[in-house]
């Protein structure tokens, strides 16, 4: 008796070839709607599906391979009589092979002008139950998902060389590749019910390449993108130049990408080990770098740098100046491609600069994980509350909602000084406030005279603006909410400083 191959495939590349190599081996080709025209439609002999069941496809497809003689033929061990008997009494022959990928879910979710429902119609319950029949039943089914192994599987079955271990491979990849189809579809419908917090939460994401090692060199690591990616991300980067990200490259590049989209005028961001160390805006991008580097032109050195408009030959040239390990920005001019390529090791990446959206952030802990909404909260002029005798000039204030957007991205307790939309000092990390109070002062030097501080977190005690006075800091802006907020106000107003409250706060850990 000839072997069997059941084929229905989304994804038609190769698989005519696939099947012609089955053919060739002796196999019967068993098929379904669109796959079984393009196999005809490329005379590889192939029968429908309803010449084995006996039962029309039908409900516009819905229903074609749930049945008996399908599923009895995956799932029939070989090894088992009373199975063999049983297929026997029912007429249902074997199926040895089965090539199936599924319905395009993501692929039509993301497409534009989608309904609803076609959305629905894409999600595919045949297939995927034709696939775990199949995968369950390993010993006795080769269950093929992925176009990349049609070669070793033609291979191994012509050299009767295809081993316990490879059927289970095989069997494996089946069951990631369900189980992140059902993921994306399960996250569309928590979408669609707007439920934050199921009973349970399911994420999948692909693989986008192999690291050469992690944080360190003695840990592993890969890297993997969410299948369904809304905004701006590095999976979806465009590299120009330089040799592949690391696991640190890529940590760091993202958190100077998230710090630049708090910007709307031109911008830099320079980030060293995912903090930054500075940021400058201005009316041009080269303004901008320059005041970056400024901010900190020792720190940035081996550092990644983000830029939230076109990089020309101007700002290209300075930043040839410099190690830097990468570049980021929305595009490059030709210019400064030929500028900057000339240097062998630094990486060049475009991406959009996007809004943040409002997805969920996933930190793991032993054993377990955390998830919040991202810290996309914001505070303006009008939203702010002046609670000091004197209240910020406009400068003085412009300059607080500068620090404010630049303190929420560096690791709490984070203090932030700056002046003339620069940062001057960045104290991050630390245990107590006044300690990172004390290193950002210390980073500003004189230029800490007339500028402004931030502070992610209240003040539980006055200390920590006491040491900003001494510098001649003129204006702080911090959430508030302390039991001894009057003792800090006090002092503020002693010594005629403005301070301000945002009633947000912006822990980093």
């Known amino acids: 008796m000839k072997k069997r191959a059941l084929i229905s495939v989304s994804d038609k590349q190769k698989i005519v070839e696939f099947a012609q190599g089955l053919v060739e081996l002796d196999y019967e080709i068993v098929s379904t ?100 029949s199949a995968a369950k039943n390993f010993d006795d089914v080769l269950v093929v998902v992925d176009p990349e192994d049609y070669t070793p599987v033609l291979e191994g079955i012509k050299d009767a060389s295809i081993s316990l271990e490879f059927r289970q491979k095989l069997a494996a990849k089946v069951f990631r590749h369900t189980a992140n189809y059902d993921a994306i579809i399960a996250n569309y419908f928590l979408t669609q019910t707007g439920e934050k917090f199921p009973e349970t939460y399911t994420v999948t994401y692909e693989k986008v390449q192999s690291l050469r090692y992690g944080e360190n060199p003695h840990q592993v690591a890969a890297f993997y993108k969410n299948p369904i990616q809304n905004g701006m991300s590095l999976a979806t980067a465009k590299q120009l130049h330089g040799k592949e990200l690391s696991y640190n490259n890529i940590q760091d590049a993202n958190a100077a990408v998230e710090i630049l989209t708090e910007y709307d005028l031109p911008a830099a961001v320079a980030v060293k080990h995912m903090n930054p160390c500075g940021i400058g805006m201005a009316e ?58 000339q240097k062998k090791n630094i990486r060049l990446l475009t991406m959009e600069m996007a809004q943040k959206d409002e997805s969920f952030k996933l930190t793991t802990v032993d054993g377990g994980v955390l998830i919040q909404n991202k810290d996309i909260g914001s505070v303006d002029v009008g939203s702010v509350e002046v609670v000091t005798d004197r209240a910020p000039t406009e400068e003085e204030l412009q300059n607080l909602l500068f620090a404010w957007k630049a303190v929420k991205h560096v690791k709490s307790n984070a203090i932030v000084l700056a002046k003339d939309n620069q940062t001057i000092g960045v104290g991050a990390g630390q245990m107590n406030r006044v300690g990172a109070a004390r290193i950002a002062i210390e980073q500003a030097g004189d230029k800490a005279l007339g500028s402004v501080l931030a502070s992610d977190a209240f003040f539980p005690m006055p200390d920590t603006v006491e040491e900003a006075i001494k510098v001649g800091v003129t204006a702080i802006i911090q959430p508030g909410g302390s039991k001894r907020d009057q003792d800090s106000i006090d002092v503020c107003n002693e010594h005629g400083i403005a301070m301000v409250y945002t009633g947000m706060r912006h822990f980093k850990h």
């Open 33 to 132: 709607g669109g796959t079984l025209k393009a196999l005809q439609n490329a005379s590889v002999p192939a029968i429908s599906i309803d010449q084995v069941t006996g039962f029309p496809e039908i409900m516009d497809g819905r229903l074609k391979t749930l049945h008996p003689k399908v599923h009895g033929g995956l799932l029939g061990r070989r090894s088992n009589p009373d199975h063999l008997q049983q297929m026997e009494a029912n007429e249902i022959e074997p199926i040895d092979v089965v090539v199936v990928n599924l319905y395009p879910f993501k692929q039509t979710l993301v497409s534009e002008g989608v309904t609803k429902e076609e959305i629905i119609e894409n999600i595919d319950i045949g297939g995927p139950t034709m696939l775990r």
């Open 284 to 341: 041009s991008i080269a303004e901008a770098f320059q005041l970056a580097f400024d901010a900190d032109p020792i720190s940035i050195f081996g550092g990644i740098v983000a830029l939230n408009r076109e990089v020309d030959a101007q700002t290209a040239e300075k930043l040839s100046e410099i190690f830097l390990e990468i570049v980021i920005a929305p595009s490059f001019s030709e210019k400064a491609l030929e500028i900057l390529t």
